[in-house]
């Protein structure tokens, strides 16, 4: 089939992203494992294991969904729509999906990392209360937490909700 050079510039782009976020889903996998190992239960007192470890925990499979399954979902539902009929969706919608998803993507797993190990840190250092530990959380600045946090959660869902609806009128006339 033959396709616009924006789908496959689209396509390295999704592909090239999801490579990436392939080697550092697996790589954050090898370092919660070898993090969590140095967590001392005896010392932590109030703090158990998984409360000190679960942030960290979760990023492995969110990178995995969010860096790798969702761009590849993305061009599989491209690929589907345009092979079975669907018009062309243009280079201004998957321009404007990925300029906010995929950067605002790698800071949402960037806020991840940073804060599973601010908890795991935190915990190994001696702070074993999670609301004094969250306090401390972007140097205690709770507006700006909440800012970055809004802005590449919004990012990420404005991109995503460009390409759905773009993909939804591009199946409204099947050839």
Not at 73 to 90: D, K, P, V
Not at 100 to 108: D, E, G, N, Q, S
Request: contains cysteine.
């Amino acid at each position: 089939m033959n396709y616009p050079v924006h789908y496959r510039t689209a396509v390295r782009v999704y592909l090239r992203f999801a490579l990436v976020f392939l080697m550092v889903g697996l790589l954050s996998g090898v370092a919660f494992q070898e993090s969590s190992k140095k967590f001392n239960v005896a010392s932590a007192g109030d703090m158990g294991y998984w409360d000190a470890n679960l942030r960290l925990a979760l990023v492995h499979g969110h990178i995995f969904f969010i860096g790798v399954l969702l761009p590849v979902a993305l061009l599989g539902m491209l690929h589907l729509a345009r092979t079975h009929g669907g018009t062309e969706i243009g280079p201004k919608a998957m321009r404007w999906t990925s300029r906010l998803y995929l950067p605002c993507a790698a800071v949402t797993v960037a806020l991840m990392l940073y804060k599973g190990y601010h908890v795991l840190l935190s915990a190994r250092s001696g702070t074993t209360d999670l609301d004094a530990i969250n306090a401390t959380y972007f140097g205690g600045i709770t507006v700006l937490r909440h800012v970055i946090y809004g802005l590449a959660h919004t990012g990420m869902a404005v991109g995503l909700g460009i390409f759905a609806w773009a993909l939804w009128c591009s199946l409204r006339t099947i050839k």
